[in-house]
Structure formats: structure tokens, C-alpha cells
């Protein structure tokens, strides 16, 4: 089994940056891809970017691309998403998940362990 805790999220004003982090502990052996997604209130979980294990190979969701970064340090079995320059519209519980292939996939069900999320909440 696999655990994943995030960390990071809060309240912070439009334009600003937050930095989430993912924590993974127990049999990180097994997980190969990561990645972050979002559900805001009333919605869909959606993602938002993803990561190799060795962190050549990233995706983004196009309504983030070029504000948000993805990375990963395997010494430390976490993985961070930076977000800078962030919008009202990026208010959303943000989830981390990863998957025991090596390869980055846009859709949910396809990631085997999850985080329980944290809050980022972006004020005009």
C-alpha cells in the first residue's frame, strides 16, 4: 500500500504563488507516475499536470500551462507542483495520485493511490 499526503494549499490573493507538496511513504516501489488534479465545488475531478519517475516526461492541462510546475525529488519520495500567478478559477481541493505505470495519463481512474487533498483558495 501507498500513502500519500499533500501539503501546501491555503488562501492566497490572485497573481500570487502557492507550492503543494506530495508526500509518499509505504511501498513507493510500486508507484511510477504522479500526479496532481482538482475538484472545485459542483465539479468533476480534473486533471492538472503529471510526472515520470524520472521526471523527463511531464503533461499539463492546458489551463495551466505556463503557471504551474511539476516536479519530483525520488530521494525524498515527493512531488511538489508549483503554482504561480494563480486565478479565482484555480480555487480547488487539489489531489495527488500515482500510478504503478511509468507513464503520465491525463485520466483518473487509470491512478491507483490518492491523497486525501488539500485547499487552495484564490481570492480577486
Known amino acids: 500500500q501507498v500513502h500519500l499526503v499533500e501539503s501546501g494549499g491555503g488562501l492566497v490573493q490572485a497573481g500570487g504563488s502557492l507550492r503543494l507538496s506530495c508526500a509518499a511513504s509505504g511501498r513507493t516501489s510500486s508507484t511510477y507516475a504522479m500526479g496532481w488534479f482538482r475538484q472545485a465545488p459542483g465539479q468533476g475531478r480534473e486533471f492538472v499536470a503529471g510526472i515520470n519517475w524520472s521526471g523527463g516526461s511531464t503533461d499539463y492541462a492546458d489551463s495551466v500551462k505556463g503557471r504551474f510546475t511539476i516536479s519530483r525529488d525520488n530521494a525524498k519520495n515527493t512531488v511538489y507542483l508549483q503554482m504561480n500567478s494563480l486565478k479565482p478559477e484555480d480555487t480547488a481541493v487539489y489531489y495527488c495520485?500515482?500510478?504503478?505505470?511509468?507513464?503520465?495519463?491525463?485520466?483518473?481512474?487509470?491512478?491507483?493511490?490518492w491523497g486525501q487533498g488539500t485547499q487552495v483558495t484564490v481570492s480577486s
Open positions: 495520485a500515482a500510478r504503478s505505470h511509468n507513464i503520465v495519463v491525463v485520466t483518473a481512474q487509470a491512478y491507483n493511490y
